[in-house]
């Protein structure tokens, strides 16, 4: 118990730097293992001798059903995790638990609706989303296998992130590297040795986030962890649904809307180039997430020392938090984006031995890149506000870059530059979307500061959740 309770302390009293790295250390190494389960199976698929090249782009068509999946998870789990770190520092430890198990019934929900969804209609909707006859095979092999462990997925992804928004980082990265690990090591069992092929890939995975699943359920029903998840929680409230979803909608649209925009991207390299210019976005796509995941295991195990002392009342810790946040996301960003930009055959050459595939894709890199070395600042803004449950606007700056900038851009551009109007959509649309954001930002973080200096601790006031 002791602690449990210096775990939870330390997040309004320890020194911001040391805190900071303790808890974002451990965050990113979790987001980078967690990222291997889908990257380490397109690089084995990628290197299959005869059909590599074909399997990779079939298995990168249902690269969006994959992302709505997890956004689903985010919706719960993003969406009450910062809400559970808040009545932490509110020392309201019953709601804290209460929301915990209302994402979880939040979860078995959505995946039982998702894996009968995806199940019935998957050949309409892979086709719909950039398949071809060749390639439709590989894809529907994958993911007709991948579904049937979507309960997995959501319980790892969702509910992790209650394991990190109490302190215990280090806990919640031994989550994923435990189903991480596990994924490295059969992929290449199922793949090769039991000769499989991407069906192999998907049962490796399947396995892989069920037993994270279990590590996480584990931890979460012990007395390790500062608040329980409970049989009596789990049925669906309304008071806590409604926050749960309007703090979980920007995260949910900011994932959903990445699988959106692989459609629609998907769909037009098919039209204007063909197949490979396809397989080319099934590499670009996993070289943006690892260049993403740093920043984002550094926002996510950061949010909650941001989320507590926001409860708590504390505004210089609020405050120092964030700055050093956007310095970290910068900078994380814009070195690997700039690899990217300037070094793109280091990155395409990880995933595939088809020279005219990674040739292609070297190609494009470089342009698709060059706005997202800025994205950083967008990343630490988007995540703040999410952490000081500013839903409105953490939903508009989700929607923002996607749904209102970039897919119209990729729809409209190649109907004058042909297929590189496509990649050329991404870097106008992150430009303009960064720019937008810290300025929102700078605009709407001032006025939180000023309202914690009148009110001294947030206390009661749960209005802006």
């Given at each position: 118990?002791?602690?449990?309770?210096?775990?939870?302390?330390?997040?309004?009293?320890?020194?911001?730097?040391?805190?900071?790295?303790?808890l974002?250390?451990?965050?990113?190494?979790?987001?980078?293992?967690?990222?291997?389960?889908?990257?380490?199976?397109?690089?084995?698929?990628?290197?299959?001798?005869?059909?590599g090249?074909?399997?990779?782009?079939?298995?990168?068509v249902?690269?969006?059903?994959?992302?709505?999946?997890?956004?689903?998870?985010?919706?719960?789990?993003?969406?009450?995790?910062?809400?559970?770190?808040?009545e932490?520092?509110?020392?309201?430890?019953?709601?804290?638990e209460?929301?915990?198990?209302n994402?979880?019934?939040l979860?078995?929900?959505?995946?039982?609706?998702?894996?009968?969804f995806f199940?019935v209609?998957?050949?309409?909707?892979?086709?719909?989303?950039?398949?071809?006859?060749v390639?439709?095979?590989?894809?529907?092999?994958?993911?007709g296998?991948?579904?049937?462990?979507?309960?997995?997925?959501?319980?790892?992804?969702?509910?992790?992130?209650?394991?990190?928004?109490?302190?215990?980082?280090?806990?919640?990265?031994?989550?994923?590297?435990?189903?991480?690990?596990?994924?490295?090591?059969?992929?290449?069992?199922?793949?090769?040795?039991?000769?499989?092929?991407?069906?192999g890939?998907?049962?490796?995975?399947?396995?892989?986030?069920?037993?994270?699943?279990?590590?996480?359920?584990?931890?979460?029903?012990?007395?390790?962890?500062?608040?329980?998840?409970?049989?009596?929680?789990?049925?669906?409230?309304?008071?806590?649904?409604?926050?749960?979803?309007?703090?979980?909608?920007?995260?949910?649209?900011?994932?959903?809307?990445?699988?959106?925009?692989?459609?629609?991207?998907?769909?037009?390299?098919?039209?204007?180039?063909?197949?490979?210019y396809?397989?080319?976005?099934?590499?670009?796509?996993?070289?943006?997430?690892?260049?993403?995941?740093?920043?984002?295991?550094?926002?996510?195990?950061?949010?909650?020392?941001?989320?507590?002392?926001?409860?708590?009342?504390?505004?210089?810790?609020?405050?120092?938090t964030?700055?050093?946040?956007?310095i970290?996301?910068?900078?994380?960003?814009?070195?690997?984006?700039?690899?990217?930009?300037?070094?793109?055959?280091?990155?395409?050459?990880?995933?595939?031995?088809?020279?005219?595939?990674?040739?292609?894709?070297?190609?494009?890199?470089?342009?698709?890149?060059?706005?997202?070395?800025?994205?950083?600042?967008?990343?630490?803004?988007?995540?703040t506000?999410?952490?000081?449950?500013?839903?409105?606007?953490?939903?508009?700056?989700?929607?923002?870059?996607?749904?209102?900038?970039?897919?119209?851009?990729?729809?409209?551009?190649?109907?004058?530059?042909?297929?590189?109007?496509?990649?050329?959509?991404?870097?106008?649309?992150?430009f303009?979307?960064?720019?937008?954001?810290?300025?929102?930002?700078a605009?709407?973080?001032?006025?939180?500061?000023?309202?914690?200096?009148?009110?001294?601790?947030?206390?009661?006031?749960?209005?802006?959740?």
């Amino acid at each position: 118990m002791q602690e449990i309770e210096t775990r939870e302390n330390r997040l309004g009293s320890a020194p911001l730097g040391r805190l900071m790295v303790s808890l974002a250390l451990p965050s990113v190494a979790a987001q980078l293992i967690n990222i291997l389960y889908n990257i380490v199976d397109r690089i084995y698929i990628g290197h299959i001798a005869g059909y590599g090249d074909i399997a990779l782009t079939g298995v990168g068509v249902t690269f969006p059903i994959i992302m709505l999946i997890s956004a689903f998870s985010a919706f719960a789990g993003m969406g009450g995790a910062p809400l559970a770190s808040i009545e932490l520092g509110r020392k309201d430890y019953d709601r804290a638990e209460q929301i915990l198990g209302n994402s979880a019934g939040l979860i078995l929900f959505f995946s039982v609706v998702l894996t009968l969804f995806f199940s019935v209609f998957k050949t309409p909707i892979l086709y719909a989303f950039g398949a071809s006859d060749v390639t439709i095979p590989y894809a529907s092999g994958y993911i007709g296998i991948y579904l049937a462990g979507t309960i997995f997925v959501q319980a790892a992804l969702g509910l992790n992130t209650f394991i990190s928004g109490q302190g215990a980082a280090g806990t919640a990265m031994l989550s994923v590297i435990i189903g991480a690990v596990l994924n490295i090591c059969l992929d290449p069992v199922f793949i090769f040795v039991l000769g499989l092929g991407v069906k192999g890939a998907a049962i490796a995975t399947v396995i892989s986030q069920a037993v994270s699943a279990a590590w996480v359920l584990k931890f979460l029903t012990s007395e390790k962890s500062v608040i329980c998840l409970k049989r009596k929680n789990i049925a669906l409230k309304a008071e806590h649904i409604k926050k749960i979803g309007a703090l979980g909608v920007s995260p949910f649209i900011m994932q959903s809307t990445e699988s959106l925009v692989s459609i629609t991207l998907n769909t037009g390299l098919q039209k204007y180039g063909g197949d490979l210019y396809v397989g080319t976005m099934a590499i670009l796509s996993s070289v943006m997430q690892f260049i993403g995941i740093p920043s984002q295991g550094i926002t996510q195990g950061v949010q909650p020392i941001i989320s507590y002392n926001y409860g708590a009342g504390n505004k210089d810790r609020v405050k120092g938090t964030f700055l050093r946040l956007v310095i970290t996301t910068f900078t994380t960003m814009f070195i690997l984006g700039g690899i990217a930009v300037f070094c793109p055959k280091l990155y395409a050459g990880i995933f595939t031995s088809n020279e005219e595939l990674a040739k292609l894709t070297a190609q494009v890199m470089p342009v698709y890149f060059l706005g997202y070395m800025f994205f950083g600042i967008q990343t630490a803004c988007q995540n703040t506000f999410v952490a000081l449950g500013q839903a409105k606007v953490s939903v508009f700056i989700a929607l923002l870059r996607k749904v209102i900038l970039l897919i119209p851009l990729a729809i409209i551009l190649p109907k004058f530059m042909g297929v590189m109007g496509i990649y050329r959509a991404e870097p106008i649309a992150d430009f303009i979307s960064v720019t937008t954001a810290g300025t929102l930002f700078a605009i709407t973080f001032k006025k939180i500061l000023r309202k914690m200096d009148k009110s001294g601790k947030i206390g009661e006031d749960r209005k802006e959740m």
